[in-house]
């Protein structure tokens, strides 16, 4: 009997240190989970690059037809600034006005090729082109980007296809 | 009976401990979930990406109660809110912190005082 009672006794202190151990546990877990709920900004990458690309868009076919200005010699320079684009972006951390890219290129239609691409006729390029090559690596902190092609007529009817990239970067403000 | 005095005062004390400890644990989810960090980037964000999709002309309404709210729990003045200079948004809630985020839409934004409703108006040039 006395055997019986020095070893609940002894149960008793061997469970409250279990018993810590599953409250430090649950814990652990509780502020884990807060932290990460809280912590992880909110991702609006996809829906930047989304918008960006619509806006290169909206800014190569005006009044439903090609803009002519493209194919001006030194367009590529004036890009931006003829979209209504400013790739300036504030001070945080070591991002330097790098955290966009755009291009687009412009394609004779021929429907004997492959995706109706004949030569390439005009395009452009702006922003950090460092990170194409980042987007292409596809890891989960990778610049999120999006193409899109489309076909578009010019006012006399000639028929072009239109390929834009956008990509979007922002790292620690929208994936740590 | 030096035994049974014992005893209660172990789980007295084991009581306690329990106690302090699930109310660090509330205390902790109660100050996080009061932040106002959180806020701010939603709305820097939200008004960033609004900009972003806007055009020349438009007037956008946006409903602010939230950050209204939490501006006036944490006495801050409501009209420094918010401020768009140059293509970034700032918001600041709080004296210790604020959230800034940039669009590239390359637009002149004016930001209205706060309405009725706790609406402001972004008026695009």
Known sequence: ?176 | MQKKGEMLTENVVFIILNLAFFAIIILFLFLKMGSAAPIEEKYAKQIALLVDAARPGMLISLDISEAVEKAEDKDWPLEKIISIEDNVVMIQLRDDGYYVYSFFNDVDVQVSDILEGDKIELKIK
Not at chain 1, 4 to 14: C, D, P, T, Y
Not at chain 1, 129 to 136: E, G, N, P, Q, T
Not at chain 1, 139 to 146: A, H, N, Q, V
Request: charged fraction near 25%; hydrophobic fraction near 40%.
């Open chain 1, 1 to 176: 009997m006395n055997f019986l009672i020095k070893n609940k006794h002894g149960s008793e202190k061997l469970l409250s240190v279990y018993w810590f151990a599953i409250l430090f546990i649950v814990a652990a877990g509780i502020v884990y989970m807060a932290l990460l709920f809280y912590g992880i900004p909110y991702d609006v990458r996809e829906a930047e690059a989304n918008l960006l690309l619509n806006k290169v868009s909206d800014c190569l076919v005006q009044n439903q037809y090609l803009n002519n200005e493209i194919f001006l010699e030194g367009f590529e320079e004036t890009f931006l600034e003829k979209c209504g684009l400013t790739f300036e972006v504030e001070n945080f951390g070591e991002w330097k006005d790098d955290q966009y890219y755009v291009e687009f290129f412009i394609f004779s239609f021929d429907d004997t090729q492959e995706k109706n691409k004949g030569g390439i006729l005009t395009g452009a390029k702006a922003g950090e082109f460092h990170l194409r090559d980042l987007h292409s690596t596809k890891l989960d902190k990778s610049p999120f980007g999006i193409e899109r092609s489309f076909y578009a007529l010019d006012e006399s009817n000639v028929m072009y296809v239109v390929e834009i990239l956008s990509i979007v970067n922002k790292e620690g403000k929208n994936v740590r």
